[in-house]
């Protein structure tokens, strides 16, 4: 019995160390490409915008956010214009000439949160 | 919310790594006690029965944390993803991972609940149906799964990996538990052989379905090396080689066991008890590898072989500090100073636990070279003064455990400029930064096996249990920094540092392992090991001397 409860003891502790241990990366799903571009400078006053993942994502539990030269940010209506389970479209409008940002948070279907900017200026 | 999201991201880690510790528990143990002593449990007498019942008991409480553990991981998951994505808890339930986490946990409920009242035939059909649920559950909520592209190998890849894995390393407590109940070498003999042919096969499968993996995840030979995924696939297969190597080891001596019940059974316990650690330390990197995106989608930022060779070609060890204030942070912090006394807008602060990187200047590096060449001095002093010790020449040498506080002192104070005792972040507030937690959590750990060491060393503790205090942690330690990674560890420069933190952490562990041996064996094995380990930290030491950042 005291070996079992040595090995048991033994047994939480290490799960305990190790587990403090781990760090989460909390970034599976990669950005493949974008419209536009990160760093890209448009002309355009509004059109499409999409985001494309490496791996399958659940889209009614991500989203797109546009935040304007101002500070502030607009959540985006996501558009099913695209086929496949990689990729989250919408359509922008009404930019004003400055630098915006074009933030993501994805749910990939693993489980993993992920999320990021991509930052473009539109010209004057 | 943005701080809650990279706390979370640690935390999930950590219940993703207890999760597949106890799945694995639970596999494991189902295998083991239906068909390796289960069938013969009569033929073994009170061993058999004895082994039944504490199995059993070992098995209840795997799945009931495995049911916990996994639950905790749903509930978290969906709290988080309702509160950064502003949508109500009811809508984070409905997504997969939390459906299919639920059908793990109620699974692994259930089985806790089957296994309470013995183990019948039926009850043993019904538990296999659920062990299988609950490992299709986690398999539907893998890399596999997340794939664009076609699925199916894969997700049986991962499947039999995941089930092979948990038969071998989850049934090797449930065979010491055999082992550590009786003598009888006929008894360990007979469990012995029948644990030994299910081993080959869980490891033909393992392999076979490790290798589909990592030619899908892993892709091409360069990203073994340039990426943060191949670097822990590889500490996977040299870990996995590390328990084949104890693994036929034991298959040898239970062998010569059949031929002759004479032979002493210690070493089998022993190996055993190695192979528990090695195990369970591959199945939390596992954990930690979930979290990272497959090498073969990291098309950018990889390290090339020329980066390597010039990061890690040697060069004189720095003995010098920089100063606290040269440092970037304390720059950026004098800048948005001198920004906010002129009221003009302030440049973006780090926030330690945002999950971005600070700032880093040369003296940066320099900072976190000294800190290192300085450990790295002290630890190669450490086993230096263990190997005179063990030499038994200069019964002083029987101090070098206190170098340990000094080497925790020394690490507490400077691992983290920017928090208490150097920077501005209070202690407890630093305390939500895991990176920062991380090195806390070595330091105590440094201090508290020094500590303990010592007073065993020098006789002022006599219990044997004690002395393995020092084995156990470092390994633990060892295992820790396998799992240790920077934050963004994809990105290259943060994998070039991670790089040296392998070979750390397997010299620590054979180390820890060693010395373990060499207190826990007897004669040649226990002279053996114990020539082995202070030249594993002695080695230790060096890589330490030679760590670089740019």
């Given amino acids: ?124 | 919310m943005a701080l809650l999201l990279d706390i979370f991201g640690f935390l999930s880690v950590v219940l993703r790594g207890l999760v597949l510790s106890t799945q694995s528990l639970v596999i494991g143990g189902i295998v083991f006690l239906s068909f390796i002593v289960g069938p013969v449990a009569q033929k073994l007498g009170s061993v058999g029965d004895a082994a039944m019942t504490r199995g059993r008991r070992l098995l209840f409480w795997s799945a009931l944390t495995f049911a916990g553990a996994e639950l905790a991981f749903v509930v978290l998951e969906c709290v988080v993803l309702a509160g950064t994505m502003g949508i109500p808890l009811s809508t984070a339930f409905g997504a997969a991972f939390a459906r299919f986490g639920l059908v793990a946990a109620g699974a692994a409920a259930a089985i806790a609940f089957l296994v309470r009242s013995g183990l019948m035939r039926t009850r043993i059909a019904a538990l296999f149906a659920l062990a299988l649920a609950a490992l299709a559950a986690q398999v539907a909520t893998s890399h596999a799964a997340a794939q664009i592209g076609s699925r199916t190998v894969l997700l049986i890849a991962d499947f039999l990996h995941m089930a092979a894995a948990a038969a071998w390393i989850g049934g090797i407590p449930y065979f010491l538990l055999v082992l550590y109940r009786t003598d009888d070498a006929r008894a360990h003999a007979l469990v012995g052989r029948r644990f030994s042919m299910l081993l080959i096969w869980t490891v033909a499968v393992l392999v076979g379905a490790g290798l589909v993996m990592a030619v899908a995840y892993v892709g091409s030979v360069d990203a073994i090396y340039g990426t943060a995924y191949g670097v822990m696939v590889a500490t996977k297969v040299v870990l996995l080689l590390a328990l084949l190597f104890f693994g036929a080891m034991n298959n040898r001596i239970i062998a010569r066991m059949t031929r002759d019940p004479g032979v002493s059974v210690l070493r089998v316990r022993r190996f055993a008890e190695v192979e528990i650690a090695i195990g369970f330390t591959v199945l939390f990197a596992a954990a930690s590898l979930t979290s990272q995106p497959p090498a073969a989608d990291l098309l950018g930022d990889r390290a090339s072989l020329s980066d390597i060779a010039e990061r890690f070609a040697p060069r004189w060890p720095r003995f010098t500090s920089p100063d606290r204030d040269q440092l970037g942070l304390f720059a950026l912090q004098k800048q948005i100073d001198a920004a906010a006394a002129n009221n003009a807008p302030r440049p973006q602060a780090y926030v330690p636990g945002e999950g971005i990187l600070p700032p880093r200047n040369a003296a940066d590096i320099a900072w976190s070279e000294y800190n290192h060449h300085l450990a790295g001095l002290l630890v190669l002093a450490i086993g230096l003064l263990a190997l005179l010790d063990r030499a038994g020449k200069a019964p002083w040498a029987r101090n070098w455990p206190l170098l340990f506080l000094l080497l925790g002192g020394f690490l507490w104070i400077k691992a983290d400029p920017e928090v208490w005792p150097l920077g501005d972040v209070g202690f407890w507030a630093s305390l939500r930064d895991p990176e920062v937690v991380q090195h806390r959590v070595f330091c105590l750990l440094i201090a508290g096996f020094g500590i303990f060491e010592w007073r065993v060393r020098t006789g002022r503790i006599t219990s044997p249990r004690a002395a393995l205090v020092f084995p156990g942690i470092v390994a633990l330690g060892a295992a820790l920094l396998l799992t240790h990674s920077h934050a963004l560890s994809n990105i290259k420069e943060q994998l070039l540092i991670e790089l040296s933190h392998v070979p750390l952490a397997l010299a620590g562990m054979t180390a820890g392992a060693a010395r373990w041996l060499e207190l826990r064996l007897d004669g040649p094995g226990s002279r053996v090991a114990g020539w082995v380990w202070p030249p594993a930290f002695m080695i230790v030491g060096l890589i330490l001397l030679l760590y670089r950042e740019a």
């Fill in chain 1, 1 to 124: 019995m005291h070996t079992v409860r040595f090995l048991a003891r033994a047994a939480v502790l290490a799960a305990v160390m190790v587990a403090v241990g781990s760090v989460a990366a909390c970034a599976h799903a990669i950005l493949v490409s974008s419209v536009p571009a990160a760093g890209a400078v448009v002309h355009d006053k509004g059109g499409r915008v999409m985001v494309r993942f490496n791996s399958r994502i659940d889209p009614v539990r991500s989203r797109l956010l546009l935040v304007r030269p101002d500070g502030v940010s607009t959540t985006l209506e996501l558009t099913d214009d695209v086929p496949g389970r990689d990729t989250l479209t919408a359509t922008i409008s009404e930019l004003t000439p400055g630098a915006y940002r074009l933030r993501w948070q994805v749910l990939a279907i693993d489980g993993h949160i992920a999320r990021g900017d991509i930052p473009f200026t539109v010209a004057p």
